[in-house]
């Protein structure tokens, strides 16, 4: 799952963009802060491209959570 995702720019500005490869299935997607508090989500389905836009966050590092109906995978991002 996680090695049909691709994730870019890593480290981001703001907009970071999600290619999902050959994944289609509902998916929800939640960012992390390094204290495990929720900053963003969204939920997606059967979609080839993401633009996530985050800016209001701070920088740091943060943790991407993509959760499918049967599968799941975590991205460490770094927010510029």
Do not use: C, R
Request: net charge negative.
């Amino acid at each position: 799952f996680s090695e049909e995702i691709n994730l870019f720019p890593n480290p981001t500005k703001g907009n970071l963009f999600i290619i999902m490869g050959s994944v289609q299935e509902e998916l929800n997607l939640e960012l992390y802060n390094n204290l495990g508090q929720k900053v963003w989500e969204t939920e997606q389905e059967n979609v080839q491209e993401i633009e996530a836009i985050f800016p209001d966050i701070n920088k740091g590092i943060y943790y991407l959570h993509i959760h499918g109906q049967k599968s799941k995978a975590v991205f460490k991002i770094l927010k510029e």
